[in-house]
């Protein structure tokens, strides 16, 4: 067992280079999909974070410590992992006894492209400023008698000036221009929020990256675009039990492990003719 988990062995699955990088990415991750993902599978994942330290991306917990952490059964953690590694969050690296026998699995923590937009920021550190001016003594007095009759109408004011100050949602038009404009447009009419739209597209980008395509996501989004019109069309017709993105990304990944296959059986059919 030592030398199955040599320093020097488990060292080259490092995945970040600091344990602030790390939480960013897993708090990203979470940001885009928890709402996609059951409580098990959230407890499964942050099992694997508080144990990916010595190591940073990288560990070591067995299934059947996870289960017991997490307060859940085995066959449930598996489940959850499977889950996980295919949404591109983790990676399991098998290994090998002295004896020939299978080990337990080296889970990687991967990295993704993923990051919590800025409008959550504005969302969380802007809101209405109460700005009062200072007044004497006697300011006060003539103020007092006019604040019965001018309750009414300076409440509605302050709703007013309130709703004012808080942050707009953004529109399509607000989307960072890396997102496929091609796919925005299919997505707008549905969806114009800003928000929406680039997180269905790092899904997009989650998708391509696992499938690890030869070709540039620019060549694919025709695939994006056909797999939302399904969801879109799964949703109106009462086909989704779960959440949006998560069918949505169900489909995407299907149709993009489809066009892998047709595009591993091009380059087989290239390499016997070049053999020939």
């Known amino acids: 067992m030592k030398n199955q988990f040599s320093y020097d062995l488990v060292k080259k699955y490092q995945s970040f280079e600091s344990v602030e990088e790390m939480d960013k990415n897993v708090r990203a991750f979470l940001y885009h999909f928890k709402a996609e993902l059951s409580e098990s599978t959230v407890n499964v994942l942050k099992t694997i974070w508080k144990h990916s330290l010595k190591v940073i991306g990288v560990s070591f917990a067995k299934y059947d410590y996870i289960a017991e952490i997490a307060n859940i059964s085995r066959r449930t953690v598996i489940r959850a992992m499977n889950q996980l590694e295919e949404m591109g ?3 399991r690296i098998p290994t090998t006894r002295p004896n ?46 006019s604040v019965m009759r001018n309750t009414k109408r300076t409440n509605v004011h302050t709703e007013s000036q309130q709703a004012d100050n808080q942050p707009k949602e953004l529109d399509a038009t607000f989307v960072p221009a890396s997102v496929s404009k091609e796919f925005v447009d299919t997505v707008k009419p549905f969806f114009n929020s800003a928000k929406h739209i680039y997180d269905l597209f790092q899904r997009v980008q989650i998708a391509y990256k696992k499938c690890k395509f030869d070709r540039p996501l620019d060549e694919l989004i025709d695939i994006a675009v056909e797999s939302f019109k399904t969801t879109i069309f799964a949703k109106k017709m009462g086909k989704i039990k779960k959440t949006f993105e998560g069918y949505f990304y169900t489909v995407l990944y299907s149709n993009f492990v489809v066009e892998k296959r047709r595009e591993n059986r091009h380059l087989l059919y290239d390499f016997l003719n070049d053999e020939i």
């Open 89 to 91: 969050i983790i990676k």
């Open 100 to 145: 020939g026998k299978r080990g337990i699995n080296i889970i990687v923590i991967q990295k993704t492209d993923l990051s919590i937009p800025s409008e959550k920021t504005l969302n969380n550190n802007m809101s209405p400023q109460l700005v009062t001016a200072d007044v004497t003594t006697e300011n006060k007095k003539n103020q007092d008698h």
